[in-house]
């Protein structure tokens, strides 16, 4: 009886750090879903203002075959121009992701104008552009963002 006291905590020890090993183990196994990876980002299209400062930071992706421009760090009101870089065309697809919290509607002018609201929410919202807004041919789309009745 005494021989079983003195190994109890051994065991316990023993199976706590098992424990410990199976969750750093677990993460390897084939069958544990994986979180997807963080997009990588892109140059595709470049991005100027008007006045020719410094453009905020707007980060490009591709989700699939859609490039999404992401406006999520831009301020509150605003405008930029998009253009191909050298070298590149215009994507098949393009997408805006959104923050409702910066602004509620953003006003696209290639070929055609779009006025793309922003869903109302915590959660930031992509909108897609639809055909014809701008064609291989387009020059640069024009963006503008702010408030719901600014335009």
Known sequence: MHRNRAIAPLLAVA???????????????PFVKHPPPAPQPVRELSVQ????????VVLQFWERNTLVV????????????????????????????????????LDVRGEQ????????????TTAELPPGVYAASTAGLDLRWGAAGAF
């Open 15 to 29: 199976l706590a750090a098992s424990l410990t090993a199976c969750a750093s183990v677990r993460e390897h196994l």
């Open 49 to 56: 203002t008007a006045d020719n400062t410094s453009p905020p």
């Open 70 to 105: 992401d406006l999520q760090g831009v301020p509150s009101e605003g405008s930029l121009r998009l253009t191909p870089e050298s070298g590149h065309a215009w994507p098949a697809r393009l997408a805006f992701r959104m923050s409702p919290a910066r602004f509620q509607q």
């Open 113 to 124: 104008r779009v006025l793309l609201s922003v869903a109302p929410g915590t959660e930031p």
